[in-house]
């Protein structure tokens, strides 16, 4: 029962999640932060998505049951956009959609953190966060300085643990090596990837969205987390070929998210459980 | 009367008119949808025309008036916004500016639709959308699945014209094939571009705001709506010489906005009258 | 007391500050326009500080008072964010962290060019704009065409002469030449970089961004100043040096906010006092 996948098979299965998430190009409501909706929206039709974004909350309640899977990143939270990221959550779990929480700079910032608290006991489907985010919403001390990770991914270990206990969602947490967390199963790590990935905004926030769109795929949250951070991280290695510089690399992790394929991810997945 | 402009007129037009933009640099009022508002300045930039962003109602009601035009976008619509959109709209009409409607992702989802059907017949001079989108604003059954266009040009060729007739807006439906609709005249396919230019966010939109840059130079807004095909699906063309996945096009396709002259549009245009 | 800095000093200064500033990293809080989110957040991230945008008031709030500086951008102002932006420039204010303004468009446009009167009076440690921006906001008559600076920066001097005497700020004018003005210095002029900085949307408030992050590392504003436009406009020689259209100079620019350092400063700049 407690997974006794072996690193081979989870890159195997993202392979093949992500032929199929070609095939379906599932359609993601992103109701995400403002700095990050165009990026976000190019990272999900460079993997072969289709992304949305719909803010009025009577609109979003409306689209969420008819989506694919939905985004909810509180990374520029305001009153109103609380508002309709709860009717669309509540209208996603009604239609059986699911739903993925990006709890961004949860910690000291109090509407964030209220409303990712909330939020999270309405059975995500998946939480993606770097360390500190992961280690507040669990309720343990965070470091507060927005959405810079300083806590260590491994730090977080602990923490990613209770939250998936607690809330049912498997976590994925984000940073030099990425952790997959569900309960009852291996934590699983993800050694792909470049640095020049925090040099650009918005690669975590897109991991968001990528997990939103394969989540769409499989029952499996579990296998769902491990295969956004080896198609993002894939991809980020991929890309750190072909730019040294944080702009040239912005544009190649979308032409990377393009060529990304079951082969590459087979060739270079890291993958530790 | 009937407009017997051979196809190699439509594109000498055109060309006369990218010219003329660049001598006037026409400033163009974008209230549009938060995913793409830097791509659509920087669309805009790069083809010659000066972009500008004004949310706030009273701001909004104001700057319509000094604007050479308007572009109304309802793809992020919220309620303040479409307040705004309003006054804008009833602004720019007073003062004799034209704009352009972009109906994003109108059909099923309630407050843009009604919003929508609200200001097509406040006397928009171009109306630009994909073919579910056309459809859906002429009161056709939509397939409401969002900005994807699932319903082929050709079948939004009737909607269009029936949308043309009831509004007096020419109507520009873009797609594998565009074309060009307005009462009286024929229908004019232009069929250049690339797949690429649909796996980028916001090429569009962008198109829309050319629309509105273009209309501020003719009275004629067939023409305008055939020149604004042109310039995008041939600048499509020349990005995709560059580029072969999306990051890059995306970059390719402002350059080729940038590079794109009569002597291109005559070299490459591709229209059917 | 005059400052008898000669432009090699202002140059090494500048120089001294870039390298300083990669080693702290400021958390800048940019409080700006929606069509230069994601465009800022990169700039900052490509030359060494760390963005975060937090629009909620009381959000704002706390975050002002945790950020190491924070930057106030009228650009796309509606009325819950001049709210917000009140609430943070008190925090800020309170907690003894710089701030800068920048009145993008004020002038003819109500809204903003109230809030810019407004918080010109609460001691920004910088103002940055361009000659129409800055004209207007020192009370003098504005072109009021928006964001296209139509006066020379040369007019702009007395203009911001006196607005640096009303305001205690140092005030720094971007065109074709920036220069940069405090009450008791001489005004330094600073005659790097390409026209194709204005063929993008973003650069003019990515400077802005760029001065609040430069702020942390000094006292005196006025080298903040001469260093932001140093930093960018060498930025931009570099650039113009890999990229010949707008898009790829885009991508090019952030680039060269990685690349640019003290050596680069020093070989390339030119700064006239």
Redesign the interface.
Known sequence: MMGMKKSREFIEEAGAMLTHLREEEP?VHCMT???????T??CL??VGA???????K??AR??AA??SALLVNV??????QAEAMRAAVDSANGAGRPWVLDPV?VG?????TSLANELKMKKPALIRGNASEIIALAGFKAS?????STAAVDEAREAASMLAEETGAAVLVTGPVDIAVAKGKPVISISNGSPLM?????VGCAQGAICAALATLSDDMHSVAVATALVMAVAGDMAAEKAT????F??????A???VDAEELIARGKVAV
Do not use: C, K
Not at 108 to 112: C, Y
Not at 198 to 202: E, F, I, K, N, Q
Not at 245 to 248: K, V
């Open positions: 359609l932060n403002d700095v990050v909706t165009s990026y929206a190019n039709l460079a289709a992304p949305a974004m719909i803010p009025d009577e609109e409306q689209f008819v989506a990374g520029t939270i305001t009153e109103p700079a000291a910032l109090s509407l964030r507060g300085r927005g959405v810079d925090t040099r650009v905004t918005g510089r944080p702009g040239s912005q544009i190649a992790l979308l032409d998210l393009d060529a």
